[in-house]
Antibody, heavy 118, light 106 residues
Framework: EVQLVESGGGLVQPGGSLRLSCAAS????????MNWVRQAPGKGLEWVSD????????YYADSVKGRFTTSRDNAKNSLYLQMNSLRDEDTAVYYC???????????WGQGTLVTVSS | SYELTQPPSVSVSPGQTASITCSGD??????VCWYQQKPGQSPVLVIY???KRPSGIPERFSGSNSGNTATLTISGTQAMDEADYYC?????????FGGGTKLTVL
């Protein structure tokens, strides 16, 4: 059974940093592109980042470019999101999602809440 | 920048057909997928590659994509289909979501 479990969310002050993790199981992790998608409270879905299976290509939304860094450790079946210079507008539930190969996300984690507030 | 536009809300009576649209410039040239999200839950993929259903998704869910508009159709809508629906496509190595449509079954 495919499982994605995010962790690392919490309360952080503006300008602060946080590192999210996503533990994957039930599939060959290195075969799949992985993504981060976020959802601000009461709002819609917003794509954050995409990373290839080998980490050779990484893409970011303009809203986080230069502040967030996506990485993965295939030996640990884990995906990471390093978030720096956090802003109020980064407050959201952050989901990791597997790209199933159909230009779509076939599995999502349960999400982890990041709150940026003083 | 590329945008996907969805109606904020759609209402349908039980047993009837619901259609949710997603508009974008030459969207028919791209692959579109659709997600269902119920309150407090993670999104669930219901349509990919414009019109393919993942395993476990009921046949009443179907999709199409042509010109500037993609459409998610739910035939014989059930109360359990009440949820937010999001379309998604890729443009220039960027994933884009529509703003979401709240489907009300009443």
């Amino acid at each position: 059974e495919v499982q994605l479990v995010e962790s690392g969310g919490g309360l952080v002050q503006p300008g602060g940093s946080l590192r999210l993790s996503c533990a994957a199981s039930g599939f060959i992790f290195s075969y799949y592109r992985m993504n981060w998608v976020r959802q601000a409270p009461g709002k819609g879905l917003e794509w954050v980042s995409d990373i290839s299976g080998s980490s050779s290509t990484i893409y970011y939304a303009d809203s986080v470019k230069g502040r967030f860094t996506t990485s993965r450790d295939n030996a640990k079946n884990s995906l990471y999101l390093q978030m720096n210079s956090l802003r109020d507008e980064d407050t959201a539930v952050y989901y990791c999602a597997r790209d199933g190969g159909g230009f779509s996300y076939d599995y999502w984690g349960q999400g982890t809440l990041v709150t940026v507030s003083s | 920048s590329y945008e996907l536009t969805q109606p904020p809300s759609v209402s349908v009576s039980p047993g009837q057909t619901a259609s949710i649209t997603c508009s974008g410039d030459k969207l028919g040239h791209k692959y579109v997928c659709w997600y269902q999200q119920k309150p407090g839950q993670s999104p669930v993929l219901v349509i990919y590659y414009n019109n393919k259903r993942p395993s476990g998704i009921p046949e009443r869910f179907s999709g199409s994509n042509s010109g500037n508009t993609a459409t998610l159709t739910i035939s014989g809508t059930q109360a359990m289909d009440e949820a937010d629906y999001y379309c998604q496509a890729w443009d220039s190595s960027t994933a884009l979501f529509g703003g979401g449509t709240k489907l009300t079954v009443l």
